[in-house]
């Protein structure tokens, strides 16, 4: 069916890059010029009256060139270049293919020195990555490892991290959106101890080797299997550099009786990863206090403080996606735990304290940002069933509002210094990067191949 | 392996995946909007609520004969419906007619 594309201006890159990754280069578009945002109204009725329409009845009614034939690529074991450390290095970024960070030259001896620690053959395929609609393999998994410098008994992690990523809860296709969210893979089980993760002071600091080449891998495979590449897929206005991985103080944990994070999401299993998209984050330092009364007001008042236009994914889009993240420090989580908060009370405390008046709720999400379409009121969303009814109990525009929908919205992590008062929460992208766990799968001989790899 | 020079050499793999999907040719374009039926779809972001009505009054004045279905007849195409409305969506615009659509908003 002849279809027009309505795309501003800052857009057309990634519309082309786009539309060749979904296998329809000739897909036609339609210019809006500038971004609509910032136009007045008559500002944009003359845009689109003198240069949109015209352009749609193009896309719809002028012939289009054949798509061509498409460029053969290598097969996965092909020999792509040779050449000494530095002329791989210039070859990988010359082909979009690197960080700009030195890479760990891809070899199949090297590769097949990570297959080793998967009992699935290379060639199993993981899942079809968006926007470019690649497949997603043991095989190029292993070869993004190499390249990030991993070792390769990490790679159940990897492939655990790729399975995470290409399933569509998550939506790795919004991977490019303008916000520049950036993914934070959290990490549970024995594994933290056994592969040698930090989880204490720094875990969100590079400088250790499993927590640091990890996060740097998933970002190298979203750049070459899924296709995330700046100016063109990737439209994040700032972006972020990739996170280390946080690895949860899971002997903290066990000490107050809380779950994991992994637990909370529904992964019983001993290792998992879960990720999740995060706008920003912030620290809350020095946290005062011996009881729930005198330390949760501050830190609720830091999680609301760190989310603004995000509130759209609570009532708009996505509605009832948004999923902030509260990164406690262990004596925060057991001074809480010791007080007799278990992870759902905290929860659901924390739920009734990060509350705003409901006409700055309408303002992020309406007069600011015009990201709900219509500017509904919360009464109207409420009414309608988008939103829980806690959002209307009253008419009064200063009623305290939640930030999220339920009380298990909240997540709550623990790592980082034991003996520091500080938390950390983090902004979430809600749909566009939701919060998804994948158990890991060790391979059968694991315990063995571990022990030999540690007396080598 | 170390070169003819001493150099130590790296026969390297690409570390890409493969296509799943070919290139193909987008579909026929309509002779004229005259008489045509037109979809739209928007993703509920970036004043496509203002942007729509232009577009129809603009065209319906080229083209006198020309109908609209409205994005609200779909639903949003991005977000929590999402893979609803698109797995629905060819039923939908053979149920309503539909022979071209206009889809935005992409800002």
Known sequence: MPTASLVCEGFRGQAATTAAG????????????GHVDVQTVDELRQNVAAVTV????????????????????????DIVFEGDFDEVNRFFYENDWSDGLPIVPPTPERVASFLRWSDR???????????????ATVWNVAVNGVMAGCRPEYMPILIALVEAMADPRYGVEHSGNTPGAETLIILNGPLIKELGFNFEQGALRDGVHANTTIGRFWRLYLRNVAGFLHHRTDKGTFGNTWRVVLAENEDALRRIGWSTIAQDEGVSDANAVTISRFTGGGVIASVFGNTPDSMLPYLADSIVRKVGWELMFTVGMGAGSQRPLLLLSP????????????????KQRLFELCRIPAWQFERYVGAWTNLVPGRPTLH????????PPVFAESDDPERLVPIVCRAEDLMVAVSGDPLRTNAYAFAHNGILGFPTTKPIRLPAEWSRMLREARSQ | M????????????????????????VAPRLSSLEGKVIGQLWDDLFR?????PILEEELQRRFPTVRF???????????????????????????????????????
């Open chain 1, 22 to 33: 979904l296998g329809l280069p000739g897909l036609p578009t339609a210019l809006v010029p």
């Open chain 1, 331 to 346: 004596i925060l989580a057991e001074t809480l735990a010791k007080a007799g908060l278990d992870k759902a009370a905290l």
């Open chain 1, 380 to 387: 109207a969303l409420a009414k309608d069933g988008v939103i």
């Open chain 2, 69 to 107: 279905v409205r994005y609200d007849t779909f639903g949003s195409t991005h977000g929590r419906d999402e893979q609803r409305v698109l797995a629905e969506l060819p039923g939908r615009l053979r149920q309503y007619e539909v022979d071209a659509v206009i889809s935005g908003m992409a800002c």
């Open chain 1, 121 to 135: 053959p290379g060639e199993t395929e993981l899942g079809v990555l968006l926007p470019d609609q690649r497949r």
């Open chain 2, 2 to 25: 170390i070169g003819p020079d001493g150099r130590e050499v790296y026969r390297v793999v690409w570390p890409r995946g493969g296509k799943t999907v070919q290139a193909a040719d």
């Open chain 1, 54 to 77: 015209d352009a749609v009845i193009k896309n719809l009614t002028e012939t289009i060139a054949r798509a061509g034939h498409a460029v053969a690529e290598p097969a996965p074991a």
């Open chain 2, 48 to 52: 496509g609520d203002e942007i729509f």
